[in-house]
């Protein structure tokens, strides 16, 4: 934890530029302990609450001086630690630092603040005829999602936030305000400071401003959900889609354990319980006609069975809601349980190969946990579901993450696809990245020489 006298002081001097915006209140210290996923909370000394990028060039100023930890905070729907305070500090919620500053239709392009979600720019987006298309499941900010590289449903087509983020405006660890990139679509003018920024976590500075691409609605929207005898069947029709060049806006797998999770949660749906694929097309009419005929075509090869199809808007949005809802849904496999959520990515050509080894390490540790994925992009989700409290489950809970993440390199792929790093991906990084993890600590140091922004995440300094 930070020096207390330092803590002090750090408080009285943001109680002077924040007023009652700097909370030290018990009950907002909880909801900024931590986030979604399993790790253990932390309370935050107080909580800091800016509206302007000046404001918050203020408040990691006065950390800076008196080396008191920052951590950013968006909606807390992160899943591997990141929002936790490990040494108390300040807890910087962005939230209300949520405009949406410009919509710039002719460049497909929109200028926004960190806290405006993505659902909330998409609706101010519904009259233009645009769209911004990256989506995780979770109703996050955008800056969180740009601070963990999020990705989603749509990324097989789309992309990440890797692709989607052009330009930011940052607060460096002592208060220096910087933008990196433009509005171009393209730069070759030094080093890509905005590409180092998204995925680094809050760790190498605040994110305060985002310019980001936009793409059209598309004319024709398709959905669908089909059913597969086995994973490898599934996953194999999803490959030879994709070596065919086959457009695909979203493909994802759920296999037969999160399906009868779905059917309990919703009584709307009655699907077979094997591995599906949920499935969507964008494009125009006769466009989509092709894509579903050719997919239907190869998934006739590989034995789909129980398509069905929803073209109309309620139709798909009850579809996604299911898959959505996913991790709510499991839940309700066992009432009353906390879930151990992990993910790995590997090539595509590895998925099948790597959600069997998945499959059973759950099923020797006599564990539930549905499986979910991206399978377009080779990422998959685990949700290990285990009683509170219980020691023994969560070990062999973390055994089985360990398996599939050590599964994961050996394949060529990686630990994590999309949910970041934070502490709990924190073990495998020099595994990973070997020396090109040292070269990560060095970025740290020197950007953040006092280690006060989101210590203990992604990299472990000394200081």
Known sequence: MTDQMNIVTTIEDLKAILGDRLSTGQSVRDLHSKGEGYASPVLPDAVAYPETTQEVSDILRICHQHKCPVVPFGVGSSLEGHVVPLRGGISLNMTRMNKVLDILPEDLNAVVQPGVTRT????????????????????????G????????????????????????????ADGTIIRTGSKARKSSAGYDLTHLMIGSEGTLGIITELTV????????????????????????????AIQIGLPMARIELVDDVQIKAINAYNDAFDMPEKPHL??????????????????????????ASDFQWASQTEDR??????????????????????????????????????????????????????VVGHVGDGNFHLQILIE?????????????????????????????????????KLAYMQAEHGA??????????????????????????NA
């Open 436 to 461: 090109a993890h040292a070269v990560m600590g060095t970025l740290k140091r020197a950007l953040d020489p006092e280690n006060i922004l989101n210590p203990g995440k992604v990299v472990l300094l």
């Open 145 to 172: 999602m740009a601070a963990t590289r999020a990705s989603g449903t749509n990324t097989v087509r789309y992309g990440t936030m890797r692709e989607n983020v052009l330009a930011l405006e940052v607060v460096l």
């Open 278 to 303: 949920f499935l969507e097309f964008h494009g125009s009419p006769a466009g989509v006609q092709e894509q579903v005929e050719m997919f239907q075509s190869i998934t006739d090869d590989f034995g």
């Open 317 to 370: 949005n009850r579809l996604w809601a299911a898959r959505h809802s996913a991790y709510y849904a499991a839940k309700g496999l066992r009432p009353g349980a906390d879930g151990l959520v992990t993910d790995c990515c590997v090539p595509i050509s590895k998925l099948s190969e790597c959600i069997f080894g998945a499959k059973q390490a759950i099923a020797a540790s006599g564990l539930i946990s549905p």
């Open 388 to 424: 509170p409290g219980n020691d023994a489950e969560l070990k062999a809970a973390k055994d089985v993450a360990n398996t599939v993440n050590q599964l994961a390199l050996e394949l060529g792929g990686t630990v994590t696809g999309e949910h970041g790093v934070g502490t709990g």
């Open 213 to 240: 691409r936009l793409f059209g609605q598309p004319e024709t929207i398709s959905a669908a959900t089909c059913a597969f005898e086995t994973i490898e069947d599934a996953v194999n029709s999803v490959i030879m």
């Open 120 to 143: 909330q720019l998409n609706e101010e987006l519904r009259a233009t005829g645009l769209m911004f298309t990256v989506d995780p499941g979770a109703d996050a900010t955008m800056g």
